[in-house]
């Protein structure tokens, strides 16, 4: 939701080409619109346009066209747009200046008071040119130094005044020795560099100049400042006062450049979903004792006794995240016993639960760490008194931070707005746990082994699934697009129907077109009556105790006269030889428990080459956004 970008620097350079390469990285966060602002001697310059980054800023142009090709300076902000208020445009795309064009900012959040905060201004004669919520706050500082006050105590009544998220940084040409940055409610963190401070909304643009960098926590705010002999930086907290707050820089070790390019893909879905086979490797590494058969989770150590007393499991996660936590639910309730109820975090917040969180431990899952509606859910559950977990990607970031324990997911960056190592890397935590909650529960030491040899081995079986049913996939793909399929439905049984929802929403993300998911017992109870010849039915039904019923539906299907694909196993294809029916086959697994990790591979790659065909950008998919930091 919006990406921001910031660099300070002691060492004067033209920083449009490091300006433009940083949002470029934050492409996920919006894409809509996109936006420059620099300062030069004593002059605010400007550059916005619609589009993303990389199709409309170019470093050439960009400097030619601020009259900064051979001057170097040293104050550059930057933004990517995922609209809220006002239309994507060149009128609405950050940076948002005061009416004198002497202060500059960009902003990820809403503010939710702008419009009674931009009336009062409108009555001091403030004159306003976006339709945005963010350019009140620029409009805010002017009025405030107007009042007699410096930039940063203007900065900071402005921002105390403020309802809503931000993460926000503001430049002025009178002070142009200085970024002034703030959070509450949207993610923000700084990098510490010997000549430079950059800050940014994602770690992702800040690690290409810095691997030693500073997260804000909400309520915090931090002047960059640039001196002869260096830069410096200094915290305060805008709700208590406090100033001269000593934090901790993170440094990220091994961190490899590659992560964050397509490498020798040319999208960075079709290479993230390359990456599963290492990354569910990784995830699961140094996390099993094959001796004990048991699972190893050091980050819930010290919560052992909770969880091996726990009467019921809550997940509260979104999208992808939420579809991982129910197939971690089936895992759960076969294998441990314990009753799992998986919430969609943007309910759960506004939901009675008649559960006492006695008893209970709630797990939030979430790849980026930051997605509003359940960060806003671990806050509620913590204020019910619940134990809050994590299954978070991000290191260090406000879920990670807020739960009381978790477990980081080891993905990886993710940079395509479909999620798909992400969700494999969730799965692989999901394993683990219910491994750990079932060896407390009587599952013996050698089915454990058996568990753990099989979980090794599905890195494996992924990377035989990618290789085996690629090119017949994308085959398949090009043929539904030239059919014109109308409707697609996927559906499963089981431990299948999360994975069907999963599908369904990597389908209509990338390919806009409306597809639905149900329990494939279900269909007959009214889904049925869409089924024609213009249908698709995907049918996830590789060889398990639910085989026999399945078969019996998707004979009720064809009958209606539409097409199906079936994913299945080996043993399931020898069943259905002959029959007909188009069918995707996947190795067959000795516990059916493990088909989820092999039967979204071909179902991924299905929405990727069925969306390329369309000529959509797989990667940024019109109107989403990676993280989605607004509730
Ligand atoms: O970062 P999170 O895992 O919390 O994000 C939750 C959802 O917004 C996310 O999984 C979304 O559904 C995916 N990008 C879809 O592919």
């Known amino acids: 939701m919006c990406g921001i970008i910031g660099i300070i620097t002691n060492k004067k350079r ?15 966060r919006g894409h809509d619109s996109t936006g420059i602002a620099v300062i030069d001697g004593n002059t605010l310059k400007r550059i916005r346009r619609v589009g993303a980054p990389s199709d409309v800023l170019e470093e050439g142009e960009v400097s030619r066209e601020l009259g900064i090709e051979l001057r170097p300076f040293s104050i550059g ?36 008071n702008y419009e009674i905060l931009k009336k009062a201004l409108m009555l001091e004669g403030h004159v306003f ?18 009042d007699g006050k410096s930039f940063l105590d203007a900065f900071l009544e402005s921002i105390t005044l403020l309802e809503g998220s931000f993460g926000l940084a503001v430049c002025s040409v009178d002070s142009p020795d200085r970024i002034l940055i703030a959070k509450r409610g949207s993610p923000l963190s700084f990098g510490i560099g010997k000549d430079s401070l950059v800050v940014a909304s994602s770690a992702n643009a800040i690690l290409p100049h810095t ?57 960075f879905m079709e290479k993230e979903v390359h990456e599963q086979p290492s990354v569910l490797r990784t995830t699961i590494l140094g996390r099993y004792d094959t001796k ?19 009467k019921q499991i809550l997940t509260v996660a979104c999208g992808t995240a939420h579809n991982a936590s129910q197939v971690g639910g089936v895992l759960i309730e076969t294998l441990a ?9 943007s309910e759960f917040r506004y939901k009675k639960i008649p559960l006492s969180p006695k008893r209970v431990v709630l797990f939030a899952v979430s790849q980026s ?68 909650l079932a060896r407390e529960r009587g599952m013996t030491a050698p089915e454990g082994q058996d568990f753990i040899s099989e979980l090794e081995e599905m890195p494996e079986h992924i990377q035989k699934v990618l290789q085996n049913i690629e090119e017949q996939i994308r085959d398949y793909a090009k043929k539904c697009v030239a059919q014109n399929i109308q409707t697609i439905n996927f559906l499963g049984r089981g431990i299948h129907v999360p994975v069907s929802n999963e599908a369904a929403l990597k389908f209509k993300e990338l390919t806009y077109i409306e597809a639905g998911s149900y329990p494939l017992g279900e269909l007959k109870h009214g889904p049925m009556a869409i089924i024609d010849e213009k249908t698709l039915s995907v049918v996830l039904m590789p060889k398990d105790e639910v085989f026999a019923l399945s078969k019996n ?39 059916p428990l493990f088909y989820p990790l092999i039967e979204i591979v071909p179902l991924q790659l299905f929405a990727y080459y069925y969306s390329r065909e369309l000529g959509h950008n797989v990667d940024k998919p019109r109107n989403l956004a990676k993280s989605v930091t607004v509730e």
């Open 14 to 28: 033209n920083l449009v080409p490091e300006l433009i390469s940083s949002l470029r990285n934050l492409e996920y």
């Open 77 to 112: 902000i930057g933004h990517n747009r995922w609209a809220t208020h006002g239309k994507p445009s060149e009128r609405n795309a950050h940076p948002h200046v005061d009416c004198e064009n002497k202060i500059a900012i960009v902003h990820n959040g809403t503010i939710l």
């Open 129 to 146: 040119s976006s339709d945005t919520d963010t350019e009140v706050v620029a409009h805010l500082i002017e009025q405030g130094i107007k």
């Open 211 to 267: 691997n030693t960098f500073i997260t804000l926590e909400d309520g915090e705010y931090a002047e960059l400042v640039s001196e002869n002999d260096g830069v410096r930086y200094s915290i305060g907290n805008f709700v208590d006062k406090s100033i001269d707050i000593a934090k901790n820089p993170t440094v990220i070790e091994n961190f490899s450049l590659d992560e964050l390019s397509k490498g020798e893909y040319g999208s």
């Open 292 to 310: 004990a058969g048991d699972a190893v989770l050091g980050g819930l150590i010290d919560y052992e006794d909770k969880l091996a007393t726990a």
């Open 337 to 345: 016993g314990i009753p799992v109820r998986s919430e969609i975090a």
């Open 369 to 436: 760490g930051e997605t509003a509606d359940t960060l806003e859910s671990v806050k509620e559950a913590k204020r019910k008194g619940y134990e809050t977990f994590g299954i978070v990607n991000v290191v260090g970031s406000s879920i990670a931070k807020m739960v009381d324990a978790g477990v980081y997911t080891r993905a990886g960056i993710e940079i395509g707005v479909a999620s798909t190592k992400a969700f494999i890397s969730q799965l692989g935590i999901f394993y683990l746990l219910a491994l750990k």
């Open 553 to 591: 539906s998707i004979e009720q299907i064809r009958s209606k006269g539409g097409d199906l694909l079936i994913i299945t196993d080996v043993e399931g294809a020898k069943e259905l030889e002959g029959s007909g029916l188009n069918l995707l086959v996947i190795p067959t697994l000795k516990n």
